[in-house]
């Protein structure tokens, strides 16, 4: 092979750049596998604001996501993860609730990240991660 991955018959090799479905060691753990990925994304906004209000909370998803966000969508997905033990809710003020990281949070979400850098890393992307562009 030469340095494009091209066989003799000239046919581009991909398997090394895709991943393979097959791979078993090293699946996420279940306590980030049972979250949707709008609860993966609540995770993130709430960590990385200071004590978010739903609202706020809110705010910051749509501007990330440029999708509209629902109440209905929201407070459920906030008390599931509030259950689970991620997410502490408690009252700021009369109206409003604040929520927080738990410790269990924190631990659910720096494992994802680490699964998400693995995998980035195992799959030979061709930009170092230091040069990928910031959101």
Same mark, same amino acid.
């Given at each position: 092979m030469t340095d494009l991955d091209i066989d003799p018959d000239g046919v581009l090799a991909v398997d090394k750049h895709? %991943?393979?479905i097959e791979r078993t060691d090293d699946h996420p753990p279940d306590a980030i596998r049972e979250l949707s990925s709008f609860q993966r994304d609540v995770l993130f906004v709430v960590a990385g604001a200071e004590s978010p209000s739903g609202q706020e909370i809110k705010r910051e998803l749509e501007a990330t996501t440029m999708d509209m966000?629902? %109440?209905g969508q929201l407070y459920p997905n906030l008390a599931d993860l509030t259950d689970r033990d991620l997410v502490e809710k408690y009252a700021r003020d009369g109206?409003?609730?604040a929520y927080d990281l738990t410790a269990d949070g924190?631990?659910?979400l720096a494992e994802l990240c680490r699964w998400q850098l693995r995998r980035i890393q195992a799959d030979a992307s061709p930009v170092p991660l230091d040069h990928l562009p910031s959101v």
């Open positions: 895709r %991943p393979s966000v629902l %109440p109206r409003t609730s924190s631990t659910v």
